[in-house]
């Protein structure tokens, strides 16, 4: 994808809504264009699947950890350099234009660009954001102690949402101390940004098949544009590695979790990364696989000809700022009596953005959450699919002392309070 099509998907939402047919009397459907923006959307909770995230009768939540992805940003680099400075200098050389010919685009003339001066600079509302996701993970777990360390990768962005979090979660200052873990492309497992550390990892992976799908399905909007606008020239071009990378955050994790641990240990674990590091270890979980109860080619069920409605994956709903993979250990023992399951050992369960998701094979918990005896089954099966972070990306090719495990969170320093 090119320069105009950053703006261009938003333009052709904004002026589709406008033109949208009156409802019919039971219609509740509103299309939101902010919902549907991939990886630039603003953090929202889309309910999906529509289950209530509060923990299930007769359990309370004992330990979590939580995978987050940085807050909103104006821009980074390559959404700048590749999307809206090309279409800002497009409309910058067609002032002529009179784009009051097309109600929903009037504001075009006279509309000027944001600053982007600080571009990779998390945003007022991001900051906002990330501290009312502190505050309302601290009212999730109101017997939980503070943690006394959060962690973060070193990009300012990542740094500076957890800052907000902290600020949101704590009650008086310095309670909190801001672990900050290196983003080194020689790190092997061991960071926050482990899919740098991958030789094979490749961000650019589906281009190709993107451009096709694009081409397609932007054709008759950019043909109705173009109509009206001809001297403007609107055009649609203006991982098989992934669960290897997600799978030792996700096994330490669990590791940490299902300890019971010393006096060293926390009630919740909190970590800030990018948008890269969430869905590799939603593949090392075997979350919205859209072949799981199918079988067959991954690939078709993703075709470049017709959108696939019912898809699994939805890259919007997993992938907003701030987007959140949160897991739960929580103690049952209270529902044995009333629903005869729980009992003594505890059970696990994960929320993608406060939405609770089913571990495929180990569901035998309350609301389908996973038991201890399933946690350790369940691992063992992932394991075997995704073990050897080092092997599978290569990583002799261009460091040595690779290492596939996570350990920085038992051995990360004091770090630095925020005040």
Known sequence: MKSTQYCLVLILNLS?????????????????????????????????????????????????????????????????????????????????????????????????????????????????????????????????????????????????????????????????????????????????????????????????????????????????????????????????????????????????????GSSSSQDLYVSFTHREFPPTVLVAMGLFNNTEFVGGNPNSSMPLDRINYNRAWVSSYILPFLTNVAIERMNCSARASTYGDGGSSPYYRVLVNDSPQTLPGCNDGPNESCSSDGLSNWLADREAMFQGYSAACNTSSDYKNSTDTVTFYQNSGNGTSVG
């Open 16 to 260: 589709l809504t406008a033109i949208a047919g009156s409802p019919s009397l039971y219609d509740t459907y509103n299309f939101n264009p902010l919902e549907h923006l991939a990886g630039i959307a603003p953090y929202f909770e889309p309910n999906d699947p529509p289950r209530n995230p509060s923990p299930p009768d007769g359990c309370s939540v004992t330990k979590a950890a939580y995978l987050v992805r940085h807050a909103a940003i104006n821009a980074n680099d390559f959404d700048y350099e590749t999307y809206i400075e090309p279409f800002l200098s497009k409309l910058k050389n067609h002032t002529n234009i009179n784009w009051g010919n097309l109600p929903a685009l009037a504001f075009l003339s006279t509309w000027a660009p944001p600053s982007f001066a600080e571009q990779e600079h998390v945003t007022r509302v991001g900051k906002l954001e990330a501290a009312q996701l502190g505050v309302e993970v601290s009212f999730r777990y109101p017997n939980f102690r503070p943690p006394r360390n959060v962690w973060a990768s070193t990009a300012e962005r990542t740094v500076v949402s957890a800052e907000s979090f902290i600020r949101g979660y704590e009650t008086a200052d310095n309670n909190i101390s801001l672990i900050q873990v290196y983003e080194s492309e020689e790190g092997g497992a061991n960071t926050l940004t482990p899919y740098d550390s991958c030789p094979v990892y490749s961000s650019s992976a589906g281009s190709k098949q993107s451009q096709q799908y694009l081409s397609k399905w932007t054709k008759p909007y950019l043909s109705r544009l173009n109509q009206v606008f001809s001297s403007f020239n609107f055009t649609a071009n203006d991982i098989p590695t992934s669960g290897y990378i997600g799978f030792p955050w996700v096994n330490a994790t669990m590791n940490l979790l299902s300890s019971n």
